[in-house]
């Protein structure tokens, strides 16, 4: 297995669960990213209609935390209904995976309200991916948003421990990512 890139930064809470500290140091901000620094990217789970209308996805689109389907979203308002243009962070309409703009998705739904409707195997793969892509584009920082809480899951129904693992459990065999940073999703 390929060692994890340095860049991709992951929440603190990640790294609590696992009892790891990562090799740079360096962790996603606390609390909701609401600014980027000009080489940093927003990494946050989306569903396979590319709908982001809640958490960290919403947060993404629209700039505002909590569910944002029916708060006067601009993606009711979009030509295709459920998808529009990212007003926030990068996210085109649409995008269900992989970078565009100033974020990168991992489809972690079905669709929206669908948890656990992607595996926890079909999450790995993507953040290998995600690692691969982050290893190309060393210039740029990848800040992964927390998913789940020590109380709830997340969004897509995993826990914080089953969403952890997806992105730490690799650390066996390689080192442990440095330039993913992650975040806790926006309050609800």
Not at 67 to 85: C, E, F, I
Not at 88 to 106: E, F, K, N, P, T
Not at 144 to 165: D, F, I, K, W
């Amino acid at each position: 297995m390929n060692p994890s890139p340095t860049n991709v930064l992951l929440p603190r809470a990640y790294w609590h669960w696992a009892h790891q500290t990562p090799t740079t140091g360096r962790y996603t901000p606390e609390g909701p990213i609401t600014v980027l620094d000009p080489n940093e990217v927003f990494v946050f789970g989306s569903n396979a209609a590319g709908f982001h209308g809640a958490g960290a996805a919403g947060w993404a689109y629209t700039g505002q935390a909590g569910n944002q389907y029916r708060a006067g979203n601009p993606m009711l308002r979009a030509r295709h209904r459920t998808r529009g243009y990212w007003a926030r962070l990068g996210i085109a309409r649409g995008w269900q995976q992989g970078q565009h703009g100033r974020s990168y998705a991992l489809c972690t739904i079905r669709r929206p309200g669908a948890k656990r409707s992607v595996p926890l195997t079909e999450i790995r793969q993507q953040v290998e991916q995600l690692y691969r892509f982050a290893a190309q584009h060393p210039q740029l920082a990848f800040l992964v948003v927390q998913t789940g809480s020590a109380t709830q899951p997340g969004h897509n129904g995993y826990s914080l421990a089953e969403n952890a693992s997806c992105y730490l459990e690799r650390l066996e065999s390689s080192p442990s990512p440095g330039n993913v940073p992650t975040s806790q999703t926006p309050p609800a």
